[in-house]
Nanobody, 119 residues
Framework: QVQLVESGGGLAQAGGSMRLSCAAS????????MGWYRQAPGKQRELVAT???????HFGDSVRGRFTISSDNAKNTVYLQMNKLEPEDTAVYYC???WGSGLLSYDYWGQGTQVTVSS
């Protein structure tokens, strides 16, 4: 089992910045990647950003160039720095951890944190 605890989130104005954190604990020795997804009302959950254990990052098209993702392996924590926020960034943000062993793979999810961007 892997436990994910998210922090950050809240209300921001358009053009502002916000940082989310996600700390992993438990069976973290086989985590392949961690990252963030988001879901706005009436929309499907979408990729925001992920970072692999080797440091490779991926971004969703809508946030590329505005958001960055980083990790602190000593703290087993991943950070999402969100800059130039837009009202369209309003959503519940979920931390994700991909656990893998050979052909086995499993996704763990945090409880979600609300991000609201006002215009």
């Amino acid at each position: 089992q892997v436990q994910l605890v998210e922090s950050g989130g809240g209300l921001a104005q358009a053009g502002g910045s916000m940082r989310l954190s996600c700390a992993a604990s438990g069976n973290i020795g086989r985590l392949r990647a961690m990252g963030w997804y988001r879901q706005a009302p009436g929309k499907q959950r979408e990729l925001v950003a992920t970072i692999t254990s080797g440091g490779i990052v991926h971004f969703g098209d809508s946030v590329r160039g505005r958001f960055t993702i980083s990790s602190d392996n000593a703290k087993n924590t991943v950070y999402l720095q969100m800059n130039k926020l837009e009202p369209e960034d309003t959503a519940v943000y979920y931390c994700n951890a991909e656990w893998g062993s050979g052909l086995l793979s499993y996704d763990y999810w945090g409880q979600g944190t609300q991000v609201t961007v006002s215009s």
